[in-house]
């Protein structure tokens, strides 16, 4: 009788599929010695994928009266916000008008230092 508490389960794949890993094991690669090996490799690189899409894109960071610094984890950069009196400025977009100002204003603290500059006359966006 079969054990009910097994390491591992079989799962069923097209023919196709199976053939075409076979394929490219056998011609492209050395990497794997079976396919169960690429099946499993692609199964693990497809859930880190996943998990990258529930990393948000921005995360703001060393924030202070002058500016923020923003994480874009599409683009792999960091784009520099500044604060100054005559408005803000992204040096990553080297423009006023972007996405990580977009985000930046959606932050609460931000928005404070914000409000605390219109305050003292400085032209920076209404939040």
Known sequence: MPETNQDYRGVSLKRDLVNEVEEYINTHSKRYKS????????????????????????????????????????LHRIADIYFKPDGI???LDKTNNCVHIDFALTVP???????????????????
């Open 35 to 74: 396919i169960a090996d690429f099946i499993h490799e692609a199964i693990r690189m497809h859930f880190k994928e996943l998990e990258k899409k529930n990393i948000p894109r921005f995360e703001h960071f060393n924030k202070g009266s002058d500016g923020v610094r923003i994480t874009d984890r599409e």
């Open 89 to 91: 400025f992204c040096d």
């Open 109 to 127: 603290e931000i928005r404070d230092i914000i409000r605390k500059h219109n305050k003292e006359g400085w032209r920076l966006p209404d939040v």
